[in-house]
């Protein structure tokens, strides 16, 4: 049983292969759709390709994966560092990720503008 698991379970990412897909999934135009919409099965399908492209064998849905473990460590980090009197934490590709996401839409608060009495908020 152990070993049928083990056979259908996708190879380790490497650094290498890490560090390209934070370059794919940090191209602006990508950045800029997974903000926009709520469904990114055809995003994720755009990452995927040009981690093909770059001559991996990633699906859909492993990219998915990474890019979900990349963020969540990304935010433990920051949320560690941003606790007084902790000591400094990292996490590996902390700058790479912090690239990209250290000024996402998601990590800053929204702007509400009021188009009754025209003053924002």
Known sequence: MMESQNRRRAPAWTEHEVRDLIAVW?????????????RNANTYAKVSKGM????????????????????????????????????????????ELHAILGGAASTNPPMWYDSVCGSSE
């Open 26 to 38: 940090g191209d602006e135009t990508m950045l800029a759709e997974l903000r926009s919409k709520r």
């Open 52 to 95: 093909q492209d770059r001559g991996y064998n990633r699906d859909v849905q492993q990219c998915r994966v990474k890019i979900k473990e990349l963020r969540q460590a990304y935010q433990r980090t920051r949320d560690a560092n941003s606790r007084s009197g902790s000591e400094p934490q990292t996490c590996r590709f902390y700058d």
